[in-house]
């Protein structure tokens, strides 16, 4: 089992470009999330979806938007890339929304200049 | 507000124990976790206390006070491999949703 994947591992955009970044599990869980985190921070949830077909705004929403494409894909769009979205993205799951664990991939670190 | 307030680093030799501190203020509460992450990768999960006091796991423990608002995550036999940093995370809904503390770098020095 591969887990969590993410694609791209790294990015580097312009302000104003757009890009969607892919995540995937193979666990079969039922809830999936999008996380930032930022230098010396702790995570901060963008966007989370609790079974396929919901999707649910999280502390920070702002600037994203997110798709459950089916019960295994999330993918998160940013429509006009600012600098203040420069971060590292992780995407987790958990076998439903309540179950205390997540299991995170291995991020993509974000770059917009 | 929701704020966590954990130490940003804290140092410890090879052999030794150390405990790592998490206060919370949140909206509501139903359970402490905590996350180890490696150079900025993965956040693994640890433990998770939903009631108080000590859970442990091998090498780990971790605590919970509901009545203070605390908890702590105890490493024992300290090894150079846990030289990473530890999160907590507080879930204060039913629906599961995750605040982090902003983590605390942990050294192990030989």
């Known amino acids: 089992n591969a887990g969590v994947t993410q694609t791209p591992k790294f990015q580097v955009l312009k302000t104003g470009q757009s890009m969607t970044l892919q995540c995937a599990q193979d666990?079969?869980?039922?809830?999936m999330y999008w996380y930032r985190q930022d230098p010396g921070m702790g995570l901060r949830l963008i966007y989370y979806s609790a079974s396929e077909g919901t999707t649910d705004k999280g502390e920070v929403p702002n600037g994203y938007n997110v798709s459950r494409l089916n019960k295994r894909e999330f993918s998160l769009r940013l429509e006009s890339a600012a600098p203040s979205q420069t971060s590292v993205y992780f995407c987790?799951?958990?076998?439903?929304?309540?179950?205390?664990?997540?299991?995170f991939g291995p991020g993509t670190r974000l770059l917009v200049l | 507000g929701q704020s966590l307030e954990q130490p940003s680093e804290v140092t410890a030799v090879e052999g030794a124990i150390v405990q790592i501190n998490c206060t919370y203020q949140t909206s509501g509460f139903y359970g402490l976790s905590w996350y180890q992450q490696h150079d900025g990768g993965a956040p693994t999960f640890l433990s998770y206390n939903a009631l108080d006091g000590l859970e442990e796991t091998g090498r780990f423990s971790s605590f919970l006070s509901r009545s203070d608002s605390y908890g702590y995550l105890l490493l024992q036999e300290l090894q150079m491999k846990d030289s990473a940093s530890y999160f907590c995370a507080v879930r204060y809904n039913q629906g599961g949703k995750l605040i982090f503390g902003q983590g605390t770098e942990l050294s192990v020095k030989p």
């Open positions: 666990m079969n869980h039922n809830s």
């Open positions: 987790a799951s958990s076998e439903r929304l309540a179950k205390e664990t997540q299991y």
